[in-house]
């Protein structure tokens, strides 16, 4: 038995030795460095992506509908679902949501001014201009994508949509409440 154990001693060590030579000859060549540096990215990365997900269990996701309402009863509907009308506070909630759009419409890659997708942003009944119906916060203090010129405060066009008026770029435009949209709910 005592000689298993010299054995297993030497065979350890001589692991040992073997590990420390190999670390040392990849610390000396540049490829070993990369290596090194590559896993150290790669661990920073899934550090960085799953504190993402801890940091984002609640994070907004937008549905598109593809019928089309008036910004009233798309209201409704979303509020059905137990959800609100879209509201966009980030370049980011406005990329998601301008994916989703893309995803749900594709067919609508060049729109009109004759199609948009409602979101939650309005000024009815109200003197401090548009605000989001999720909580009454002006739609300004955050994040703005409005089309060059707008809102305009013309008296009828009081809801939020986007648009795409020329090209691939979405903007936030007044319209009329009454007009028939697709539209986009909000949730968590």
Same mark, same amino acid.
């Given at each position: ?34 290596? =090194? ?30 019928? %089309?309402? =008036? ?6 509907? $979303? %509020?059905?679902?137990?959800? /609100? ?25 060049? #729109?009109? #001014?004759?199609?948009?997708? #409602?979101?939650? +942003? ?12 999720? /909580? ?13 010129? /707008?809102? %305009?405060?013309? +008296?009828?066009?009081? $809801? ?11 903007? #936030?435009?007044? =319209?009329? $409440? ?6 986009? $709910?909000?949730?968590?």
């Amino acid at each position: 038995m005592k000689g298993l154990q010299v054995v297993l001693a030497f065979a350890i060590v001589g692991l040992a030795a073997a590990r420390s030579t190999n670390s040392r000859i990849n610390q000396s060549l540049p490829v070993g460095n990369e290596i =090194s540096a590559m896993h150290d990215v790669k661990n920073q990365a899934n550090a960085a992506y799953s504190q993402k997900i801890a940091d984002n269990t609640r994070a907004k996701k937008f549905e598109v509908y593809k019928n %089309k309402l =008036s910004w009233v009863a798309a209201l409704e509907k $979303c %509020k059905e679902r137990h959800t /609100d009308l879209a509201t966009i506070r980030s370049q980011e909630e406005n990329d998601n949501l301008v994916y989703m759009i893309k995803k749900t419409l594709p067919e609508y890659t060049s #729109w009109g #001014w004759g199609n948009a997708v #409602w979101i939650g +942003g309005t000024r009815n009944n109200s003197e401090k201009g548009y605000y989001w119906m999720t /909580d009454g916060v002006s739609v300004e203090n955050f994040y703005d994508n409005w089309r060059s010129g /707008d809102p %305009k405060s013309n +008296g009828d066009h009081s $809801c939020m949509d986007y648009v795409v008026p020329t090209g691939d770029a979405f903007f #936030w435009y007044e =319209s009329i $409440c009454d007009g028939e949209f697709h539209y986009a $709910c909000e949730y968590y």
